[in-house]
């Protein structure tokens, strides 16, 4: 049976269980970071949570719930540490590190579900669904188009409307369909818990000497926040990537089809007991003539 790990969906109060991260997907993944177009990017790491997390498959999960299971294989798998590189208004770079199982804890505390009633009307609603990243990418400050991600589902009488077994073009009309006292009062509501968690922060990184802010990402979590995540948690040099596969394959003598099914902190692990028992087989002159590449800052190598 694989290995699994336990990731929590924070909109749905409730754990799931996700595979691990192959160094096949993360090279993929970080791959298609290079690329302009973020749709690729989405379309990687859509692809690799499907692959990974069977339990996801029928739940309209949110973008802080995709957040929470890319930042659980991010922190198992590739390394717990996210180390960031900032500039000072003088021009100075400097060094900041956060534990990635604490951007983890702070993502599982936001939670934007809440019901309203008008007129005997229930509407129930969460924050921007996953599946529509495609659409709030381009545009997500639209009134019906925030309504038609965020609404869960509408009570009338006896009828419910569930929006997570429609399309978003036939949430988009009913939506167009309800008053507009409704919509806006459906706004306001949504509105208010995003200003809510506006003022709560997930990461703050400060100018070590003047202590300014350099960096700031609220828990109101949009869908340009959630692609900057991705990209300071997976974002690596592909020489570092390319030359990691090769190192283990050329030197350390591994078959590249099984290193392709193990995680990047497992061939860090492996990488360092060879690195050992070279050591003591070889000497110093040897050892330092060994062309191994310039070093990984994620993996090691």
Excluded at 269 to 276: A, G, I, N, R, S
Aim: proline content about 2%; charged content about 25%.
């Amino acid at each position: 049976m694989p290995f699994k790990l336990n990731a929590y969906l924070p909109s749905k109060k409730q754990e799931v269980q996700i595979g691990e991260l192959y160094y096949k997907q993360y090279r993929e993944l970080v791959k298609s970071l290079y690329n302009t177009d973020k749709k690729e990017t989405i379309q990687q790491y859509n692809s690799i949570l499907q692959d990974l997390c069977s339990d996801i498959k029928d739940i309209d999960i949110t973008i802080e719930d995709k957040l929470s299971l890319l930042l659980t294989i991010r922190n198992y798998c590739v390394s717990p540490d996210l180390k960031l590189k900032g500039t000072t208004k003088g021009g100075t770079t400097f060094n900041y590190s956060i534990s990635v199982d604490k951007l983890i804890k702070l993502v599982n505390t936001i939670n934007k579900s809440d019901t309203i009633q008008i007129d005997g009307i229930t509407i129930s609603f969460s924050s921007y669904k996953a599946r529509d990243e495609y659409v709030l990418l381009s545009n997500n400050r639209d009134i019906f188009i925030i309504l038609a991600s965020c609404i869960d589902n509408i009570v009338i009488g006896e009828q419910t409307v569930i929006f997570k077994d429609l399309a978003f073009d036939e949430r988009l009309q009913v939506v167009n369909s309800l008053p507009h006292t409704y919509t806006n009062k459906i706004y306001k509501a949504i509105k208010k818990l995003e200003k809510k968690y506006e003022a709560e922060d997930l990461l703050v990184v400060k100018d070590p000497v003047a202590k300014d802010i350099a960096l700031r990402i609220t828990k109101n979590i949009t869908v340009e926040t959630l692609q900057q995540l991705v990209e300071f948690n997976f974002t690596e040099d592909l020489n570092n990537i390319y030359r990691a596969f090769y190192n283990m394959v050329k030197y350390a003598g591994f078959d590249a089809n099984y290193i392709d099914t193990i995680t990047p902190v497992e061939m860090q692990v492996y990488w360092m007991y060879f690195m050992q028992d070279n050591e003591k087989q070889t000497s110093k002159k040897e050892t330092s003539s060994l062309n191994t590449g310039s070093l990984n800052s994620e993996l090691g190598f």
